[in-house]
């Protein structure tokens, strides 16, 4: 069962894409405009006779391989597939080829339009939409911005669960600031 190439056309039928059928890769490929990813080519692979199901985008982020911030660009592409349903990102050391993909097994399911739609539109809007420019800042700073926003929903909680706690340390901070070092160790602190 699984699904058929012929499926998965009448789906981007629907869609309005232009694709190409490649049969004998058992694979589609097709084009879609965006934003924040130039060519941005999309392959819908059939592996197992139809019974798994790949959508990715080959050569999403490139120039990665000897990069200065390389493993600042693979940690944020790991933080991503944390934080995101579906999106994993895979890496060939081999040529640096970096893909953004969603995959699983159909097994003895049938794909169905609801399923294409959710996989294909989630992969183009979490892609172009927020992953390529939240990674192009990684690419040109080294910092991923959203550790940014991690920390200020980790003030947000810290002073939702706890009133008053960061003035506490705040007012800390300042008083290790002024003095300039860290409040000396004790001898019984050692033992």
């Known amino acids: 069962m699984g699904a058929t190439l012929e499926q998965i056309s009448g789906y981007l039928d629907k869609q309005g894409l232009i694709y190409e059928i490649q049969p004998e890769k058992a694979r589609i490929i ?88 959710r996989c294909f539109s989630g992969l ?10 939240r990674l192009r800042e990684v690419m040109e700073t080294g910092v991923d911005p959203g550790d940014v926003a991690l920390g200020e929903r980790l003030l947000l909680t810290i002073e939702q669960e706890a009133p008053g706690l960061l003035v506490l340390l705040e007012k800390a901070m300042q008083a290790r600031k002024h003095r300039g070092q860290f409040p000396p160790l004790r001898d019984s602190w050692l033992d």
């Open 30 to 117: 097709t084009q879609v405009e965006a934003e924040h990813v130039e060519d941005f080519l999309i392959v819908i692979q059939l592996d197992e006779e139809g019974e798994f199901f790949k959508l990715f985008v080959p050569e999403v982020l490139t120039g990665v391989q000897n990069h200065p911030h390389k493993a600042a660009i693979l940690q944020t592409m790991l933080v991503i597939s944390w934080e995101t349903k579906m999106l994993q990102w895979e890496y060939d050391a081999s040529d640096g080829e970096i893909r953004a993909i969603i995959e699983f097994p159909l097994e003895d399911a049938i794909m169905t339009e609801r399923q294409f739609d």
């Open 124 to 133: 183009v809007e979490m892609v172009d939409s927020w992953a390529m420019p």
